[in-house]
C-alpha cells in the first residue's frame, strides 16, 4: 500500500502532512529531514561556497555596483520640492555634520575631550 513512499520530510506546522509522515514512519518509511533544516543545510553549504571563492565574487560585484550606480545617476529624473520631512532630515544631518566638523577641529587644535564635550554640549563617547 504504502510501496511509493519511502522519503518524507515532515514539517509539524501542517498538519495534514505530518499525520502523513507518521503513517508512512509506521509502514518504513526513511526521514531524511524537515524543511527547518533542509533550508538550513543550503545556507551553510552555500556560505562554505561564497566564502571558499571570495576573491573571484568580489571583483565582478564591484564592477556591477559600479554599473548600477552610474545607471542610476544618468537616469534619475529631477526630484520635486522635497516633503517635510525630508526637510527636517536633512537640516538634522546638516548640524551633525556641522557638529562633527567642529569636534574634528577643535580635537585637530589638541583641546582635550571633556572639554570639547562641554563646549559642543555632547557625551565624550562620540570623541
Request: hydrophobic share 40%.
Amino acid at each position: 500500500m504504502w510501496d511509493w513512499l519511502s522519503v518524507v520530510c515532515p514539517h509539524t506546522a501542517d498538519k495534514p502532512f505530518f499525520a502523513l509522515w507518521l503513517v508512512a514512519k509506521r509502514f518504513g518509511a526513511v526521514q531524511v529531514a524537515d524543511r527547518w533544516h533542509l533550508l538550513r543545510n543550503l545556507s551553510d553549504a552555500l556560505r562554505t561556497v561564497v566564502s571558499r571563492h571570495r576573491k573571484a565574487i568580489r571583483h565582478p560585484a564591484r564592477s556591477v555596483a559600479v554599473r548600477i550606480a552610474v545607471s542610476d545617476t544618468s537616469t534619475k529624473e529631477p526630484v520635486g520640492p522635497a516633503t517635510k520631512l525630508e526637510q527636517t532630515r536633512q537640516h538634522n544631518r546638516q548640524i551633525r555634520e556641522e557638529r562633527y566638523a567642529e569636534m574634528r577641529h577643535l580635537r585637530d587644535e589638541g583641546v582635550p575631550p571633556s572639554v570639547i564635550a562641554s563646549v559642543l554640549g555632547v557625551s565624550k563617547s562620540p570623541l
